[in-house]
Nanobody, 123 residues
Framework: QVQLVESGGGLVQAGGSLKLSCAAS????????MGWFRQAPGKEREFVAA????????YYADSVKGRFTISRDNAKNTVSLQMNSLRPEDTAVYYC????????????????WGQGTQVTVSS
């Protein structure tokens, strides 16, 4: 199982930016699809973005398209989420996740999860 550690969360004003990072513990990371999810208080966890092992293709939830960018550095075993034009409704705990195979095959394909990092966007 891949161990994942997120960082980069915090408090930001609406319209601001944050960059989340996720470090993976094993080299197998570079053969796995990766994703970001989020969970707001009182809501179910929801998909945010995913990236296949090679860096393409990319997948985004409609709510973040054009504002968030997922990327990965396989040499460093890291995946990042650049979040721009943040809105109060983006407030949530953000989780990094590793898939079970090379390609993203749907939200249910993620099998390893980080502990989460809090993102709070004030209005």
């Amino acid at each position: 199982q891949v161990q994942l550690v997120e960082s980069g969360g915090g408090l930001v004003q609406a319209g601001g930016s944050l960059k989340l990072s996720c470090a993976a513990s094993v080299r197998i990371f570079r053969t796995l699809a990766m994703g970001w999810f989020r969970q707001a208080p009182g809501k179910e966890r929801e998909f945010v973005a995913a990236i296949s092992w090679s860096g393409n293709p990319l997948y985004y939830a409609d709510s973040v398209k054009g504002r968030f960018t997922i990327s990965r550095d396989n040499a460093k075993n890291t995946v990042s989420l650049q979040m721009n034009s943040l809105r109060p409704e983006d407030t949530a705990v953000y989780y990094c996740a590793a898939g079970r195979s090379y390609e993203y095959t749907g939200q249910a394909s993620f099998v390893s999860w980080g502990q989460g990092t809090q993102v709070t966007v004030s209005s």
